[in-house]
């Protein structure tokens, strides 16, 4: 069965180090997206890719970046992780149809800077 | 700019009964709202999809409404359960991207 993963699914870092969190998913879905949330704001959308080599900043961009090489990965980078990137990341994909699109979720990754 | 509100307090009720979740929002006209589903821990997961040009839609227990003019839509479970019981967010289309509300939480109690 076609799926997305996250990994890892817990993180704890130091403020000022680098974090990747991977994302991969095998419904060969061309849209890809990063997404956090915290109490009192829901989903926010962080980065978004609509395809191999293309990526756009969503809502609350600062601080992370994406890279899109393939179909399925689409890893989030914080450059230098800070006390207020704690939080709970999702990943979601998609395939756009005229009918709308649907979002596949990720399980997550908990993330907690120190 | 784009606003989405959701009934910020949870919703308890008996099981039985009907829930019904609302979803408002501003300055925006969506082609399509979706609702999901999200459990503690755990990424969120697709119920219901309604177009703009769709008043009602239904999926089993799960019924759905799209009032354009009023931009609202109402999420209803009948015949609740306590399996019921978890957060419901909705969504409106933004381009190939989703604009998610907050979410409200559902609690049926038996």
């Known amino acids: 069965d076609a799926e997305i993963t996250q990994s890892p699914r817990h993180k704890i870092t130091e403020t000022g180090r680098q974090v990747t969190l991977a994302c991969h998913q095998t419904w060969n879905h061309n849209n890809m997206f990063w997404y956090r949330q915290d109490l009192g704001h829901g989903l926010r959308l962080i980065h978004y890719?609509?395809?191999?080599?293309?990526?756009n900043k969503g809502e609350v961009s600062d601080g992370y970046s994406v890279s899109r090489s393939n179909t399925e990965d689409l890893p989030l980078t914080l450059e230098s992780a800070a006390s207020s990137q704690t939080s709970v990341y999702f990943c979601?994909?998609?395939?756009?149809?005229?009918?709308?699109?649907?979002?596949?979720f990720g399980p997550g990754t908990r993330l907690t800077v120190l | 700019s784009q606003k989405i509100e959701q009934n910020s307090e949870a919703l308890n009720i008996q099981e039985g009964k009907t829930a019904t979740l609302t979803c408002n929002y501003t300055n925006y006209s969506p082609a399509y709202l979706q609702w999901y589903r999200q459990d503690p821990g755990r990424g969120p997961v697709f119920l219901l999809l309604i177009r703009e040009n769709e008043k009602e839609k239904r999926k089993e227990r799960l019924k759905v409404t799209f009032d354009t003019t009023l931009k609202q839509s109402l999420f209803h479970i009948t015949a609740s359960q306590p399996a019921d019981s978890a957060t419901y967010l909705c969504a409106l289309e933004a381009g190939y991207a989703l604009n998610f509300g907050k979410g409200t939480s559902l609690l049926v109690t038996p």
């Open positions: 979601a994909s998609s395939e756009s149809t005229p009918a709308g699109d649907t979002q596949y």
């Open positions: 890719s609509y395809g191999v080599q293309d990526t």
